[in-house]
């Protein structure tokens, strides 16, 4: 295993969960390339994480021996996709520990997965005999951050548009968490929904959401967590967490892209108004009016996602069969290791939490006044990939003030000597725009 010098005066535990991180990386092969003439160094798995041959190779196979459609055929080939694909819903529910498999509904991606939610408030709200929990209107809101991704501000956005409800939401501290000093002012009798990330994709901040939960259970309303970047990389209990619903998506946690997850309670979801018409979701259908399928078939209308849901499954085998509290461990660990390191870089100014406690392994930060498409280009030159830009969250970049980021996002086969290059190559871009 590479080994991790932790800064001084931080806990070290002899009993904490360990695996061989060479072994894991000889799992991914896009970990063997060259950019530019020099070893590739992936720091950009906030944004989409590498697939080892274990995925991979369940994806070919699936489609070179048991492609068929799913849920319609009594052929051997589609009761072997069906089965596959039915396996992967469970296997997904027991990773988060869901009480049922059926509470596991298969979506595009978490923006997908956010916006059934919100769909579901507005087509509950045209029901007269729709569940008053979704239905919205003039005097009604619905409370986000200002730590979101732009998925999970969108659709709200666009919801309050529809039903002339109102959109408030949490403050950043200049710390880069989330500000609950005015929580019973923000979460009220007249809050409907609440939507949080659970760890921020561009300041690595994992928000404690036990105090929001307590005060949304005390006013009636419901709870959605965006863990789109918290599943990859924690233990994740939907039991524990409390919420109503939590979303993550695929291409971030070992898995193909297209093929993501909005979890829900059972009983929510069944009395959510569908969002998609078309195949499959139906219980009937005449000219005059349609009846509709038991959650989960009531929100994955038409064909699935199929190969990417066995897929997905396969990554999770494989982050189980690693451990998920051996990756967090390895992660705090290398967050404590980059923000060290990067501490020693002069003008350098980190975004978000700059201590390993309460956050995940992405790191966004400034070089001086160098603007980040040059850091990147520069990096990239030297074979270290870094993402650049506003992350999809223009609204953190504006609390901090800039007009983008630069971001190093780490996960299970990163390692140190990859933050080191990353160090070394911050100091190239110095010496280009000194």
């Known amino acids: 295993m590479t080994s991790i010098a932790i800064p001084s005066g931080m806990p070290q535990y002899d009993d904490a969960p360990r695996f061989d991180v060479a072994r894991v990386r000889a799992d991914f092969p896009i970990l063997d390339r060259e950019i530019n003439g020099h070893p590739l160094v992936y720091l950009d798995s906030a944004n ?8 991979l190779d369940v994806l070919g196979e699936h489609y070179a021996l048991h492609n ?15 089965e596959a694909y039915e396996g992967a819903r469970a296997k997904i529910a027991a990773f988060i520990n869901a009480p049922s ?3 596991v509904v298969f979506t595009k991606n978490s ?19 729709g569940d ?7 005097g009604d809101e619905v409370v986000i951050s200002e730590m979101e991704h732009h998925s999970n501000i969108v659709p709200w956005q666009l919801l309050c548009e529809r039903t002339g409800a109102t959109l408030r939401w949490f403050p950043v501290t200049d710390q880069g968490r989330l500000d609950e000093s005015g929580l019973e002012d923000l979460v009220t009798e007249r809050t409907k929904i609440v939507s949080l990330v659970h760890m921020s994709n561009i300041l690595g901040t994992v928000n404690a959401t036990s105090r929001i939960t307590a005060r949304v259970r005390e006013v009636g309303a419901l709870l959605l967590l965006d863990c789109s970047q918290s599943v990859p990389h924690l233990p994740i209990d939907v039991v524990d967490l409390d919420a109503d619903y939590i979303v993550f998506t695929g291409h971030k946690m070992c898995g193909p892209t297209g093929i993501g997850v909005l979890w829900g309670r059972g009983e929510l979801l069944a009395v959510m108004p569908p969002v998609f018409g078309g195949g499959s979701m139906i219980e009937t259908v005449t000219m005059a009016r349609s009846t509709f399928a038991a959650p989960p078939a009531r929100f994955e209308a038409g064909t699935p996602p199929i190969a990417e849901a066995v897929a997905l499954g396969a990554a999770v085998d494989y982050l189980t069969g690693i451990g998920m509290r051996a990756i967090q461990w390895h992660e705090k660990e290398l967050t404590a290791y980059a923000l060290d390191a990067l501490g020693s870089v002069p003008d350098l100014r980190i ?21 980040p498409h040059d850091v990147g280009q520069v990096l990239d030159s030297l074979g270290v990939q870094v993402r650049v830009g506003h992350h999809c969250a223009k609204p953190v970049c504006s ?3 800039v007009p983008a980021m630069t971001r190093a996002s780490f996960y299970l086969y990163t390692t140190t000597e990859e933050i080191d290059a990353l160090v070394a190559g911050l100091e190239q871009v110095r010496k280009v725009f000194d």
């Open 111 to 129: 923006t997908e997965a956010i916006n059934i939610v919100a769909y579901a408030f507005s087509n509950a709200s045209l029901r007269p005999d």
């Open 101 to 103: 498999a059926d509470e």
């Open 351 to 371: 975004f978000g939490p700059t201590v390993p406690v309460g956050r995940g392994g992405t790191i966004s930060f400034a070089l001086g006044d160098v603007h």
């Open 68 to 82: 068929a459609n799913v849920s319609r055929s009594v052929h051997t080939l589609g009761t072997e996709a069906t």
């Open 399 to 401: 609390r901090f003030g």
């Open 48 to 55: 989409t994480s590498h697939k080892p041959r274990q995925v």
């Open 132 to 138: 008053p929990r979704f239905r919205l209107g003039p």
